[in-house]
């Protein structure tokens, strides 16, 4: 077994600007990287900007980045971070800005080389870059993952490079002034990390006991999904839940449901965490017998009694697939021929048990 976790995780309150030294002494001048307005209404960008101002760090911002994040973006903003001579890149918000972040900090330390060398195998460096999570979904913060919109293959994709923040700032009371639907995506996705990484091929003690625990910690705060008035913690809860899962896909990877998602999100239009939601219930009912008593810990772990009423709280929270025959094909057709994905599932798995996961979330 193998364990590796580069970035240095600060988990607390108020944890931008305790650690806003170290931050700001990451480099002399900072490209910040966000979304157009949350992480102004959530207050972080202006955390992260009082702590560079506290400790004279120059810093520029770049706050275009959309959901699922273009290359066009990305190499725009590497653009400007080379012309400014930035040295470091903080992102902040959901796993868009903190993908992208990654993806600039590499095209900017690679001054004259195409975007066409994110998606090759080759090794190259990024500047270090600092996480701010805003969202309790991506677990970006401590992924090497930056996963980008290929126009060219109409679908997502993570790029070739891991690339580890060297610094993750994770407070929550980010998640306090998010939109409900983004709380609920955001949450399902991070659960969708929990479930794909336990239950996968490359899973091991380490990723697991990341699994199970983020399960447990999840399970402790769905209080606010369900409408009802926070808990003290819960949103820090949320957040932890979500970092820990995205250690725990730092060893995995993802399958079955993210590989599904993507189509869903290309070609739909639907958001990422409800996209993978919709295909859970249905990859954990493709398991095999030897793992059901597994599958019944994960979901009691997560505050499931079953896997029938996990499959209701789903289909309650989301609906079903708006596909039509043809997309469904597509779709399994797509997974089917990706050999990344069918791998990371930890049995043998065919097309039409695919088919069954996309017809149960119809
Ligand atoms: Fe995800």
Redesign the pocket.
């Known amino acids: 077994m193998e364990f590796y976790m580069p970035t240095q995780i600060y988990h607390e309150a108020e944890a931008v600007r305790k650690h806003g030294e170290e931050m700001a002494h990451t480099g002399k001048k900072a490209l910040i990287v966000t979304g157009h307005s949350s992480s102004k209404k959530n207050g972080a960008l202006k955390d992260v900007t009082d702590s560079l101002d506290k400790y004279h760090t120059a810093y520029i911002i770049y706050d275009k980045i959309t959901e699922n994040p273009t290359i066009e973006s990305v190499m725009d903003a590497a653009e400007i971070g080379r012309r400014e001579g930035t040295d470091f890149v903080i992102g902040i918000g959901g ?1 868009s800005p903190l993908d992208a972040a990654k993806a600039i900090a590499l095209m900017i330390q690679n001054r004259d080389s195409a975007s066409s060398v994110l998606y090759q195998n080759m090794a190259l460096r990024a500047l270090p870059v600092v996480t701010v999570p805003t969202t309790c ?2 677990g970006s913060e401590v992924t090497p993952f930056a996963i980008l919109t290929r126009d060219d293959l109409q679908t997502k994709q993570s790029i070739s490079h891991r690339i580890y923040p060297v610094i993750a700032l994770v407070d929550g009371k980010y998640l306090k002034t998010a939109p409900e639907s983004v709380l609920m995506n955001t949450a399902i ?1 991070a659960l ?2 929990m479930l794909e990484s336990y239950f996968n091929s490359k899973a091991t003690d380490y990723s697991r006991m990341l699994a199970q625990y983020a399960l447990e910690v999840w399970g402790m705060a769905t209080d606010i999904l369900f409408g009802m008035e926070a808990q003290e913690g819960d949103y820090d809860r949320l957040m932890f839940a979500s970092t820990l899962a995205g250690m725990a896909i730092t060893h995995t990877g ?1 399958s079955i449901p ?1 590989g599904l998602s993507y189509y869903l999100t290309y070609h739909k239009g639907i958001p ?2 409800k996209a ?1 939601g919709y295909f859970l219930p249905g990859y954990l009912d493709s398991m095999p017998e030897s793992l059901e008593p597994q599958v019944i810990m994960a979901l009691r772990a997560a505050g499931f009694g079953s896997l029938e009423q996990f499959e209701g709280f789903i289909k309650e929270m989301l609906g079903t697939i708006p596909v039509t025959d043809q997309e469904a094909k597509e779709m399994v057709e797509e997974i089917a021929n990706n050999d990344r994905k069918k791998k990371a599932v930890p049995f043998e798995i065919t097309k039409e048990q695919i088919d069954k996961i996309v017809q149960q979330a119809r």
């Open positions: 796993g979904g991506t996705d969708g990390h993802t993210h990422h965490g993978v």
